[in-house]
């Protein structure tokens, strides 16, 4: 059987390949900014806060789906290109059927102790009712939320990245309209913006689930093979991308206590807005290296060293190109992105604007990082892919956190995610070059 990852990619093809995922993964990003948008426009930037704060236990459900699923899909690929496909379809139904059920657990649990959550995770008496009110519809609908990271990954795997895409703009606009609908005319406030976006996740989950019990290309559900092993091999290969996400729960807790103490909830919704534009601006490197980890993986399943070598040229000029450009945009633009929240003249606006200026020196160093984490984890070395993304997160971003501030303030806080990218690039390229005999990538 021949798969599309077989095909042989040049620069421009490998592009158009990743292309749906760099999309897709920036309408997923555009889910939370869209409703930061509409609730700081038409509720009040207290709600926008609301919803930064409850960000961390969102984040813990995103971060196991991408393991699981990160990792699963390096091993998918690797069997297609070792000729297992019908070994490949159990490993996939097997995650899928372990998600679904973790899925339905967190939305059990979250909904029954919302409110002692939204208190660890340091909600003012202000913004309790808010934050309880997002935190019980997220966490209520984590089995899609779950399934659309999934499908997102097993649809590139698939061959079909173009699906994924569609479902993912299709959300997206689903989201966008029903914000609209649900807080401006009906009112509805923080809870409009929440029942959007779970409607939104509700579409891939869906029709992803359709698709694969129909599909009968390359990938569809099977009679499932539970093997510990390589359920355990899933999750350590993924652990680099659950520690980037649980770190980013922890270091969006840590900006809010940090601005909360110095600035009030002005300085929260100061930080949410940055965080935002992170989010968008980093979206890009991520859905790139998602796009490009199953070509990698079945090319080194299928000891192609040749075509190995050329995707990741073709991976690392366009990661330094992305890098500077979108540096360049987040310093030139950083007002006008910081206006779509918050009204020129506000504290809120001074805050973030000066923020920006400081902030955007990050993204000349953070693609590397997310492409070489990627890149390990492709290669199914989840040990080198887990210090890189434990270094760059819970080391260096929360050490930065942690002292920065103390000695200069809130510009502390602007700079701990610079330096530490800068650190991480360091880390990155020594592993890059010590790794490069191991698998013949360079």
């Known amino acids: 059987m021949s798969y599309s990852l077989s095909k042989k990619f040049t620069f421009g093809s490998l592009l158009v390949f990743a292309l749906p995922t760099m999309i897709m993964m920036v309408v997923m990003s555009l889910y ?162 929440a029942i959007a976006t779970v409607t939104g996740y509700m579409i891939p989950a869906l029709i992803g689930l359709i698709y694969f019990t129909r599909s009968r290309k390359s990938l569809w559900f099977v009679r499932p093979k539970w093997d510990r092993r390589e359920l355990g091999e899933a999750c350590l290969n993924g652990s680099s991308e659950m520690v980037t996400n649980l770190s980013a729960g922890v270091i969006t807790f840590l900006f809010n206590r940090l601005m909360m103490r110095f600035a009030g909830e002005d300085g929260v919704a100061a930080i949410t807005i940055i965080q935002y534009s992170e989010f968008l601006l980093n979206a890009l490197f991520m859905g790139f290296s998602q796009g490009v980890s199953p070509v990698i993986s079945f090319n080194y399943g299928s000891k192609n060293h040749s075509q190995l070598k050329s995707v990741y040229r073709t991976s690392m000029i366009f990661t330094l190109g992305a890098s500077v450009t979108v540096f360049l945009f987040a310093w030139w633009a950083g007002d006008a992105v910081v206006t779509v929240f918050a009204r020129t003249g506000t504290a809120v606006y001074e805050l973030a604007s000066h923020g920006f200026s400081i902030f955007a020196f990050g993204f000349l160093f953070s693609g590397l990082n997310i492409f070489s984490s990627a890149l390990f984890t492709a290669l199914e070395n989840g040990k080198v892919s887990a210090v890189i993304s434990f270094v760059r997160t819970f080391g260096l971003i929360i050490t930065s956190l942690l002292v920065l501030p103390a000695l200069l303030g809130v510009d502390g806080v602007w700079m701990a995610i610079p330096l530490a990218e800068l650190g991480s690039t360091l880390l990155c390229l020594y592993f890059r070059k010590k790794n490069k005999g191991n698998y013949h990538y360079a």
């Open 32 to 193: 939370t900014i869209v409703d930061g948008m509409f609730v700081s426009r038409f509720v009040s930037t207290n709600a926008l806060s609301s919803i930064n704060i409850v960000y961390p236990a969102v984040n813990i459900v995103l971060g196991i789906s991408v393991m699981l699923s990160t990792g699963s899909n390096a091993i998918v690929a690797r069997k297609m290109g070792e000729g297992k496909a019908e070994s490949a379809r159990e490993t996939f139904t097997a995650i899928i059927l372990l998600n679904i059920g973790i899925g339905l657990a967190i939305a059990v649990f979250g909904n029954l102790f919302a409110a002692p959550i939204v208190r660890l995770l340091g909600a003012s008496d202000v913004l309790l009712k808010d934050c309880v009110t997002y935190l019980r519809w997220q966490l209520g609908f984590a089995p899609a939320f779950m399934l659309q990271i999934l499908f997102q990954m097993y649809f590139i795997t698939e061959g079909r990245p173009g699906i994924g895409l569609f479902l993912t703009l299709a959300a997206g606009l689903t989201n966008a309209v029903l914000d609209y609908v649900l807080i401006v005319p009906m009112g509805y406030g923080i809870a409009g913006a």
